[in-house]
Protein backbone atom coordinates (compact mmCIF):
# COMPACT_ATOMS: atom_id res chain seq x y z
CA UNK A 1 0.00 0.00 0.00
CA UNK A 2 1.38 3.50 -0.69
CA UNK A 3 3.06 4.79 1.89
CA UNK A 4 4.83 7.82 3.06
CA UNK A 5 7.28 8.44 6.18
CA UNK A 6 8.22 11.90 6.91
CA UNK A 7 10.99 12.43 9.13
CA UNK A 8 13.75 15.06 10.32
CA UNK A 9 11.84 17.92 12.32
CA UNK A 10 12.72 19.42 15.57
CA UNK A 11 13.57 22.08 17.66
CA UNK A 12 16.23 24.41 15.97
CA UNK A 13 17.13 28.33 16.47
CA UNK A 14 16.12 30.83 14.55
CA UNK A 15 18.67 30.75 11.79
CA UNK A 16 19.30 27.20 12.07
CA UNK A 17 18.63 24.53 9.09
CA UNK A 18 16.23 21.19 8.97
CA UNK A 19 16.58 19.01 6.41
CA UNK A 20 12.82 16.85 6.70
CA UNK A 21 12.79 13.41 4.84
CA UNK A 22 9.71 11.52 3.10
CA UNK A 23 10.07 7.77 2.16
CA UNK A 24 8.45 7.01 -0.12
CA UNK A 25 6.80 3.40 -0.88
CA UNK A 26 3.72 1.56 -2.72
CA UNK A 27 4.06 2.95 -5.64
CA UNK A 28 6.20 4.62 -8.75
CA UNK A 29 7.48 8.35 -7.27
CA UNK A 30 8.56 8.36 -11.01
CA UNK A 31 4.78 9.45 -12.34
CA UNK A 32 3.74 11.20 -9.24
CA UNK A 33 4.28 14.76 -8.46
CA UNK A 34 5.24 15.47 -5.03
CA UNK A 35 4.35 18.26 -2.42
CA UNK A 36 5.14 19.88 0.85
CA UNK A 37 2.51 21.33 3.38
CA UNK A 38 2.67 22.57 6.70
CA UNK A 39 0.00 23.53 9.41
CA UNK A 40 0.70 25.65 12.71
CA UNK A 41 -1.53 25.54 15.37
CA UNK A 42 -5.14 27.17 14.99
CA UNK A 43 -3.77 27.85 11.03
CA UNK A 44 -4.95 26.01 8.77
CA UNK A 45 -2.69 23.47 6.27
CA UNK A 46 -0.92 25.64 3.51
CA UNK A 47 1.28 24.26 0.60
CA UNK A 48 4.90 25.27 1.27
CA UNK A 49 6.41 23.74 -1.95
CA UNK A 50 6.18 20.72 -4.69
CA UNK A 51 8.17 19.10 -6.96
CA UNK A 52 6.75 17.85 -10.93
CA UNK A 53 7.89 14.73 -12.19
CA UNK A 54 10.31 16.59 -14.31
CA UNK A 55 11.73 18.57 -11.55
CA UNK A 56 10.19 21.94 -12.24
CA UNK A 57 9.60 23.53 -8.66
CA UNK A 58 6.96 25.95 -10.02
CA UNK A 59 5.50 26.83 -6.67
CA UNK A 60 7.11 27.87 -3.37
CA UNK A 61 5.06 29.40 -0.85
CA UNK A 62 6.45 33.19 -0.70
CA UNK A 63 7.32 33.73 2.53
CA UNK A 64 10.12 30.52 1.69
CA UNK A 65 11.03 31.44 -1.17
CA UNK A 66 14.79 31.39 -1.06
CA UNK A 67 15.13 29.53 2.27
CA UNK A 68 13.48 26.32 1.33
CA UNK A 69 13.42 23.59 -1.81
CA UNK A 70 12.16 20.29 -2.67
CA UNK A 71 14.35 18.06 -3.62
CA UNK A 72 13.30 14.39 -5.22
CA UNK A 73 15.60 11.02 -5.61
CA UNK A 74 13.33 8.45 -7.48
CA UNK A 75 15.95 6.24 -7.45
CA UNK A 76 16.00 6.17 -3.25
CA UNK A 77 11.87 6.59 -3.54
CA UNK A 78 12.91 10.20 -1.18
CA UNK A 79 11.55 13.46 -1.09
CA UNK A 80 13.49 16.29 0.72
CA UNK A 81 12.54 19.53 1.66
CA UNK A 82 16.13 21.49 2.58
CA UNK A 83 15.03 24.48 4.82
CA UNK A 84 17.13 27.32 5.54
CA UNK A 85 17.61 30.49 7.64
CA UNK A 86 14.51 29.45 9.98
CA UNK A 87 11.86 31.80 11.29
CA UNK A 88 9.62 31.05 14.22
CA UNK A 89 6.87 31.20 11.95
CA UNK A 90 8.36 28.18 9.76
CA UNK A 91 7.15 26.05 13.08
CA UNK A 92 3.92 23.55 12.42
CA UNK A 93 3.77 20.28 11.46
CA UNK A 94 5.26 19.34 7.81
CA UNK A 95 3.09 16.79 5.57
CA UNK A 96 4.38 15.05 2.61
CA UNK A 97 1.65 13.88 0.26
CA UNK A 98 1.43 12.54 -3.32
CA UNK A 99 0.38 15.03 -6.31
CA UNK A 100 -2.25 12.78 -8.61
CA UNK A 101 -1.21 14.28 -11.35
CA UNK A 102 2.66 14.98 -13.26
CA UNK A 103 2.65 18.76 -12.46
CA UNK A 104 3.32 21.06 -9.13
CA UNK A 105 0.74 22.08 -7.71
CA UNK A 106 -0.45 24.02 -4.46
CA UNK A 107 -3.77 22.93 -4.03
CA UNK A 108 -4.56 20.18 -1.38
CA UNK A 109 -7.16 18.66 -3.81
CA UNK A 110 -4.60 17.74 -5.91
CA UNK A 111 -3.09 15.51 -3.96
CA UNK A 112 -4.13 11.78 -2.56
CA UNK A 113 -2.36 10.72 -0.25
CA UNK A 114 -0.87 11.80 2.74
CA UNK A 115 1.95 11.25 5.24
CA UNK A 116 1.51 11.53 9.45
CA UNK A 117 3.66 14.22 9.67
CA UNK A 118 6.84 15.63 11.43
CA UNK A 119 6.55 18.73 14.06
CA UNK A 120 9.10 21.82 13.46
CA UNK A 121 9.96 24.09 16.01
CA UNK A 122 11.87 26.91 15.76
CA UNK A 123 12.63 28.98 18.79
CA UNK A 124 15.65 30.09 20.83
Known amino acids: QVQLVESGGGLVQPGGSLRLSCATS????????MGWFRQAPGKEREAVTC????????YTLDSVKGRFTIFRDNAKKMIYLQMNSLKPEDSGVYYC?????????????????WGQGTQVAVSS
Open 97 to 113: ARGIGYGCSSGSHDYDY
Open 26 to 33: GFLLDIHS
Open 51 to 58: VSIGGDRS
